[in-house]
């Protein structure tokens, strides 16, 4: 297998992941998009340390980098895909957390909806035009 095959894969996975971040309202479906994106990194991460590897064979190994003569170190794409999935698991469970309490609050997960400011303080500034509203009236 070449190895612009994976390459070429990850980039449609990556390009899809961006194209769902920015067109979808809803928020799990965004979150599915990341994690896509997440997913074409890893694989870029694994291919590039397979190709590397292979392509470095029969290499000598510098003394100096290695001091009992061989890499000791494991697959780093690999670790790095590791650290890639240990962190897309951490943004799920907190993604879906933020999620799912909005849907608590509003009843909607699409994104067009959210405010950054807090619905107390939104209350309180409607009230105060209400009761400004009633004292210009009355």
């Known amino acids: 297998m070449h190895a612009v095959i994976?390459?070429?894969?990850?980039?449609?996975l990556f390009g899809l992941g961006v194209y769902g971040v920015l067109r979808r309202r809803n928020a799990i479906l965004v979150l599915m998009a990341v994690e896509l994106m997440l997913n074409a990194v890893n694989l870029i991460f694994v291919t590039a340390d397979?190709?590397?590897r292979s392509?470095?064979?029969g290499v000598q190994i510098e003394?100096?980098?290695y001091p009992n003569g061989r890499p000791s170190a494991p697959h780093s794409?690999?670790?790095f895909a590791?650290?890639?999935i240990v962190l897309a698991a951490a943004e799920i469970g907190v993604g879906l957390a933020i999620v799912l309490q909005f849907y608590r609050m509003r009843?909607?997960?699409?994104l067009d909806d959210v405010t950054?400011?807090?619905?107390?303080?939104e209350q309180a500034q409607e009230q105060a035009e209400e009761q400004a509203d009633e004292q210009v009236a009355g």
Do not use: S
């Open 77 to 79: 794409g690999a670790v």
């Open 116 to 121: 950054l400011h807090h619905v107390a303080e």
């Open 82 to 84: 590791l650290f890639v």
């Open 50 to 52: 397979a190709t590397l």
């Open 55 to 57: 392509g470095l064979v």
């Open 107 to 110: 009843r909607a997960v699409v």
């Open 6 to 12: 994976p390459y070429i894969t990850a980039a449609l």
């Open 63 to 65: 003394a100096w980098a």
